[in-house]
Nanobody, 115 residues
């Protein structure tokens, strides 16, 4: 059974940086897309970044140039480096792994950016 465990959230001042990680366990193939989403309570979950392999990535316009998604296939782990964080980045962040028609989600980690 696939499980995702996130870590790295916290509180940071505007302009600061945080790194998130998501470790996947279970039957994993390195070509499966992994991504980060975020959700403010009461709003829809939105895509932050997705990575299909080491170089093929996609970002939300709001985070381009500030966030970087990477993955370590040997460790089944995806990372999100977040720089120049702004208060509007405050949200709960979730990682997602897609395997065929199945989607697996982590439990979420809170990121709070103070002005």
């Amino acid at each position: 059974q696939v499980q995702l465990v996130e870590s790295g959230g916290g509180l940071v001042q505007a302009g600061g940086s945080l790194g998130l990680s998501c470790a996947a366990s279970g039957l994993i193939f390195d070509h499966n897309p992994m991504g980060w989403y975020r959700q403010v309570r009461g709003n829809q979950r939105e895509l932050v970044a997705t990575i299909w392999n080491r170089d093929w990535t996609q970002y939300a316009d709001s985070v381009k140039g500030r966030f970087t998604i990477t993955r370590d296939n040997a460790k089944n782990t995806v990372f999100l480096q977040m720089n120049n964080l702004q208060p509007e980045d405050t949200s709960e962040y979730f990682c997602k792994l897609s395997i065929g028609d199945h989607e697996y989600w982590g439990q979420g980690t809170q990121v709070t950016v103070s002005a």
